[in-house]
């Protein structure tokens, strides 16, 4: 299965695609969490990257380009994967296509998940990440056991950096000039598959898996 995340910022992707690899044992592909986890090693990636991140910019196709590259050579990328945050421009859902095409792939689908631009503001200003595993968290919708404490690991719990609200207004519209345009990309390709992201996270997944099934 080689499946694209697409969806605004706090939509759930990460939420579901812990579900998702889980189902259909491949890869989870984050370019988000590739960031993040080269800005806390302060590779040169890294400090390039963050200087966009924190205002709640897009990092640069051609660095976003690089790291992808980097990660499908991986043997565990063979037989499929699932892309979490990438492709978030219409150049980089062209260069995944090519990079596709150069070995005869193609994606299986697009899961699009939908939610309200109120909703989002609530997730993520809620949303708390592990600092040790990178589970996600919700003071409202899935809070930990013992507050600020990790159920998976006891690893601390923290809040990211780009959720604070006026970064995340910053990334709600870029995601809105950007990666919306996307939407339509693939559904011209008929490979969308688009699901209500508002309701409970377990209900999401039924509604993925069911429209997987059917695709
Ligand atoms: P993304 O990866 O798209 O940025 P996350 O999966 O990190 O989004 O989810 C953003 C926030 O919303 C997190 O705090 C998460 O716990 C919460 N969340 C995810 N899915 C749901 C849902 N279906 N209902 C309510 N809250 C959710
Ligand atoms: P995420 O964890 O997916 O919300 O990504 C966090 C931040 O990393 C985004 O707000 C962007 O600044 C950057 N980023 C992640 N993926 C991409 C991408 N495909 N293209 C450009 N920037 C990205």
């Known amino acids: 299965m080689r499946i694209v995340l697409l969806g605004s910022p706090g939509s759930g ?9 889980g189902k259909y044992n491949i890869p989870h592909i984050s370019t988000g969490d590739i960031f993040r986890d080269n800005i806390k090693r302060q590779t040169s990636i890294g400090l390039e990257a963050k200087k966009f991140i924190d205002k709640g910019h897009l990092v640069p196709d051609d660095l976003t380009l690089k790291i992808i590259e980097d990660r499908f050579i991986q043997p565990d990328c063979a037989e499929g994967f699932l892309l979490d945050g990438f492709p978030r421009t219409i150049v980089q859902a062209e260069a995944l296509e090519l990079e596709l095409q150069k070995n005869v792939k193609k994606l299986d689908a697009v899961v699009n998940l939908d939610v309200h631009d109120e909703a989002i503001i609530s997730r993520m200003t809620g949303r708390r ?16 056991t013992v507050d600020n404490i990790c159920d998976k690991c006891g690893g601390a719990l923290l809040i990211r950096e780009d959720d604070k609200l006026e970064t995340v207004t910053n990334r709600l519209k870029v995601y809105k000039t950007e990666t919306q345009p996307l939407i339509d990309f693939y559904k011209q390709k008929g490979i969308l598959i688009t699901v209500n992201g508002e309701l409970d996270a377990e209900v999401v ?4 898996c069911n429209a997987l099934e059917q695709f």
Request: proline share 3%; hydrophobic share 30%.
């Open 13 to 21: 992707k990460g939420t579901q695609a812990s579900r998702i690899i």
């Open 129 to 144: 990440v592990c600092s040790k595993c990178g589970a996600t968290y919700n003071l409202t919708f899935n809070k930990p």
């Open 205 to 208: 997944f039924q509604n993925i």
